[in-house]
């Protein structure tokens, strides 16, 4: 069974946020970049949320709305030929369209080297085509975990177009939990553990709630990046 929110809130557990210090100095002593923004963290202990935090990232506002709009033009026109696919019971997804990219105009390709050098370790082979997942308003990812065969350590994520949450759970321990709220045009980053070893999925409209907040699913496109496997 997957743990929901309500299940927690019934049972009066407060969520557990992330409250590393945001300042430069002990960021900078700690390891971590300033930049990470850990209110959109909450998980089933702050315990995990400490131990996991370290290899999960969520960064706000990583792309300007000019670049959003770069990206969507680029984007919509390969995107509209294709046709939702919804009716895949098996499927990991439900309620998509996608598709891979090899080559981009300058100002994308400027975007897709940003989210690479904070992501991926200089040197790091990587995917070459970039994943492009539009996800339907009604659309919604099922809990699974990256293939090891194809993909590396880490995955990062861009999205566009709509807040969402992406809710990981450990593989053999479905009592840990991260919830990632991801706002429109936000970077998130999995690594290691946070890839390995808990699934991940993006809520469904119904249930996009985030520490009690709805967080209503517009339509929603990815643009995922990966490594290779090492
Ligand atoms: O849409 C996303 O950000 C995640 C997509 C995903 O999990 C996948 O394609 O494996
Ligand atoms: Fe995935
Ligand atoms: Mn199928």
Redesign the pocket.
Known sequence: MRPLLVVFKRIHKPPVYASRPRCLSSCASSGLSPLRDDALILGSSRELVQRLGSQVEVRTAFISEEEEGVLLRELEPGLKKKRYEFDHWDD??HGYRETERVRWGAACEEVLNRVRSVAFPEGSPLLGPV?I?D?DKTGY?KP?I?SVKFCGNT?A?L?LLSDSI?RLVKEDASNEWLDLL?PRRSL?ILRDQARYNFT?E?LKDEESVFSGQRVPRQR?I?V?CRNLPG
Do not use: Q
């Open positions: 990991a997804i994943h997942l996800l990812i699974h990256d995955i994520g999205s992406m991801l998130y991940h993006i929603r990815s995922i």
